[in-house]
């Protein structure tokens, strides 16, 4: 079983700063690519950043130059440090994991169960 968890979360105004946490447990072999998503009301979950195990980080366009994403293998948590954060970058924020297990040779997705941001102007 594999659980991943976030923290981080809360109210901030716009301009403010956040730093989510996420960090993967249980029995774990091997995480490949980690990351952030989000969905705001109405609207569907999007890509925030990823980082891979080895290699450059991707972003969307809209947190390029505002968030930055990190990891630390030996502790299998993935970080997003937020700044200049704006009214539309409210939203629940949700990490994900390709790990691969124990008893399980193939890659699975696992998603955490979320944490809300909200931005006030």
């Known amino acids: 079983q594999v659980q991943l968890v976030e923290s981080g979360g809360g109210l901030v105004q716009a301009g403010g700063s956040l730093r989510l946490s996420c960090v993967a447990s249980?029995?774990?072999?091997?995480?490949?690519?980690m990351g952030w998503y989000r969905q705001a009301p109405g609207k569907q979950r999007e890509l925030v950043a990823t980082?891979?195990?080895?290699?450059?980080?991707n972003y969307a366009d809209s947190v390029k130059g505002r968030f930055t994403i990190s990891r630390d293998n030996a502790k299998n948590t993935v970080d997003l440090q937020m700044n200049d954060l704006k009214p539309e970058d409210t939203a629940i924020y949700y990490c994900k994991a390709d790990i691969k297990t124990r008893q399980l040779t193939r890659w699975i997705s696992y998603w955490g169960q979320g944490t809300q941001v909200t931005v006030s102007a």
């Open positions: 249980g029995s774990i072999f091997s995480i490949n690519a």
């Open positions: 980082i891979p195990s080895g290699g450059s980080t």
